[in-house]
């Protein structure tokens, strides 16, 4: 089990980056997923979940109306796009499957999740 995370990088204040999370050694579609970031001096922190299907997706206020969470199962890849970027944005960003048929995910926290990726850094300039 497998994820990689892909996407990140430096980017001014108000730019837009999009970041991949792929599965590698097994199928994606039947776990829900979740983005964390983690700043330096920081704790991790949960930013945005997706349920396996797609229908169901959450946001951490800080990000609300500016990242958008997606899926494509055909792809084995799940997408957070992220507008409107800010310097307290920077982070390294990791996505992690929950297990399936579990409902903690949505509540962003780390305990609900069982596989993790190794992170991309993303950098917002001012």
């Known amino acids: 089990v497998q994820l990689v995370e892909s996407g990140g990088g430096l980017v001014e204040a108000g730019g837009s980056l999009r970041l991949s999370c792929e599965a590698s050694g097994f199928t994606l579609r039947y776990y829900p997923i979740g983005w964390f970031r983690q700043a330096p001096g920081k704790e991790r922190e949960g930013v945005s979940c997706?349920?396996?299907?797609?229908?169901?997706?959450n946001y951490a206020d800080s990000v609300k109306g500016r990242f958008t969470i997606s899926r494509d199962n055909t792809k084995n890849t799940v997408y957070l796009q992220m507008n409107n970027l800010k310097p307290e944005d920077t982070a390294v960003y990791y996505c992690?499957?929950?297990?399936?048929?579990?409902?903690?995910?949505?509540?962003?926290?780390?305990?609900?999740?069982?596989?993790w990726g190794q992170g991309t850094q993303v950098t917002v300039s001012s």
């Open positions: 997706i349920s396996d299907s797609g229908k169901t997706t």
């Open positions: 992690a499957a929950a297990a399936p048929y579990t409902t903690n995910y949505y509540y962003l926290m780390e305990q609900g999740y069982e596989y």
